[in-house]
């Protein structure tokens, strides 16, 4: 199989339509089309966006290996969850990702602060509470 023939077959797979596989790597379903049918040559930086994606590797999309499985040392030990979100993150979100995080940040840096105001309070005034 060739390259466009393995992205189509791993987009299925997954049971992607080329409409979901565009928006995961920002991008155009005309695009995708363009790669499935070997019209255009997908990007080193779209390459990579794809390979995440498509849940494989990039060896397994250039055919280097037959294997589509992921290997991907850095997730050991990590949830579905987190592995959702970086591979969101290295699918395009990045700054979508970003923003959450601060968000949560922020969050966190007001509820703490609202604890220690409170647990001073409670100290300074032994009638709270």
């Known amino acids: 199989m060739n390259l466009g023939e393995r992205i189509k077959?791993?987009?299925?797979?997954?049971?992607?339509?080329?409409?979901?596989?565009?928006?995961?790597?920002?991008?155009?379903?005309?695009?995708?089309?363009?790669?499935?049918?070997?019209?255009?040559?997908?990007?080193?930086?779209?390459?990579?966006?794809?390979?995440?994606?498509?849940?494989?590797?990039?060896?397994?999309?250039?055919?280097?290996?037959?294997?589509?499985?992921?290997?991907?040392?850095?997730?050991?030990?990590?949830?579905d969850a987190e592995k959702r979100v970086i591979a969101l993150y290295r699918s395009g979100f990045k700054d979508e990702i970003e923003l959450v995080i601060e968000l949560e940040k922020k969050r966190r840096e007001k509820e703490q602060s609202e604890t220690t105001r409170s647990s001073s309070q409670q100290r300074t005034n032994p009638a709270i509470g």
């Open 9 to 79: 077959a791993r987009r299925k797979q997954l049971e992607l339509s080329q409409e979901d596989l565009a928006r995961q790597i920002g991008s155009l379903q005309k695009q995708i089309s363009r790669y499935e049918t070997d019209e255009n040559i997908p990007s080193a930086e779209a390459l990579i966006a794809l390979a995440y994606a498509l849940e494989t590797s990039i060896d397994y999309l250039v055919g280097i290996t037959d294997d589509p499985t992921r290997r991907d040392v850095s997730a050991d030990g990590l949830s």
